[in-house]
């Protein structure tokens, strides 16, 4: 089988080849791990937690492995119970007593349940989903090309490409970077002439999920940006006709942070954050967004927002319009004359307990 990841994996690109220091890159608690000890009673035996989430949460399990399988395959031709069972084999004698007697609970949870499984399996899975952090976009390499609507995996999330298919509107300056840009033009052939945009638009995620997003940002030196309104980054919501519901805009050379909520003529927009000072061109900058879109609009939602570890937004209020959304990222602006460029690194989305979600139509894809 040609597995990009398990070629990387043994060729030691990831530094998990042979002698390398495992335990370096695959932390000691692991996705499935957070997720129980979210559930289990505070001091209970490692096993017995192990045990009761396998055996009470089996159908939450099926879904999420079905989930990161069909993406497995999708984005690296490989089948997820090979790459489990191969990333255990590196990362199994790093890890605490503790978790590696959760790892064996679950196990036999499982099949108690009837599920038949392996601790192996259970292990590396554990530790891929955090591995796969180290996913990388090589769009030259691994995918079609760069042209719009073609598919680009970042973070473990399968992303579809927005761009005026210019040879600079999309690339990869390096395995963990994408490089976004738009010159006077280039407009989406979705859009019309009054929008200019070059992103990656993510699959949608169900209403009343806390989302988590952290990646680095930088915006690369230029002529300052006059443009009516550009947004760096946005939640939009599952439909053509609303505005985003939380957005990333730079005012000029200044960040700002904006919700919205409500249809139509009540809809309104709220300034969440604003800098006051213009943002320093060819920095990166560490963001880290946690947001809530509730089901219903009359329900509260929730927007809390890090940069540079320092906490910018603390929002808990209206938010959206009730009904799931999706993470873009790049550069969507009115036109103006000025060219610009920006860099992501490091994005990953994750829901609860750092389950990667994703959209129903990937996973047909995958079949």
């Not at 079905?66 to 993406?71: G, K, L, P, T």
């Not at 019309?192 to 915006?219: C, F, H, N, Q």
């Not at 919700?259 to 927009?269: K, L, M, Q, V, Y």
């Not at 993470?327 to 602006?333: A, D, F, M, P, S």
């Amino acid at each position: 089988m040609d597995s990009i990841m398990l070629s990387l994996i043994l060729s030691g690109l990831l530094g998990l080849g042979p002698g390398s220091d495992a335990d370096r890159l695959a932390p000691s608690e692991g996705w499935i791990a957070k997720a129980i000890r979210a559930e289990a009673p505070e001091g209970q035996d490692a096993y017995q937690r192990g045990y009761d989430f396998g055996e009470n949460d089996v159908a939450m399990l099926l879904d999420a492995w079905r989930v990161h399988d069909a993406m497995t395959r999708m984005s690296m031709d490989a089948d997820l119970e090979e790459v489990a069972t191969r990333t255990a084999d590196l990362v199994t004698d790093g890890l605490s007593a503790d978790t590696l007697r959760e790892m064996e609970g679950i196990d036999d949870g499982l099949n108690t349940a009837g599920q038949s499984t392996s601790t192996e399996e259970i292990i590396g899975w554990n530790a891929f989903m955090d591995l796969s952090l180290h996913w990388a976009a090589k769009i030259e390499d691994d995918f079609p090309g760069a042209e719009s609507g073609n598919p680009v995996a970042v973070g473990g999330t399968l992303y579809t490409i927005q761009t005026a298919d210019k040879s600079y509107s999309l690339t990869a300056p390096a395995p963990d970077t994408l490089r976004f840009e738009v010159r006077p033009g280039d407009n989406w052939q979705h859009d019309s002439p009054r929008y200019e945009r070059s992103e990656i638009a993510g699959p949608v995620y169900p209403a009343d999920e806390m989302l988590e997003v952290t990646y680095d940002l930088m915006i690369e030196p230029g002529e300052p940006n006059q443009a009516e309104w550009l947004l760096i980054g946005q939640f939009h919501a599952d439909d053509a006709d609303t505005p985003p519901p939380l957005a990333i805009e730079l005012d000029h050379e200044k960040m700002e942070v904006r919700a919205r909520f409500g249809h139509g003529e009540g809809g309104e927009t709220l300034t969440l954050y604003r800098d006051e000072t213009d943002l320093e061109r060819g920095r990166y900058y560490r963001m880290r967004i946690r947001a809530l879109f509730p089901d219903d609009e009359e329900d509260e939602g929730v927007v809390q927002i890090w940069r540079d570890g320092r906490q910018i937004v603390d929002y808990a209020g209206p938010l959206g319009y009730g009904y799931g959304v999706y993470w873009k990222v790049g550069i969507y602006r009115r036109p103006v004359p000025e060219a610009l460029a920006v860099n992501i690194r490091n994005l990953f989305v994750t829901g609860e307990d750092g389950l990667i979600v994703a959209a129903e139509e990937y996973l047909d894809l995958a079949d």
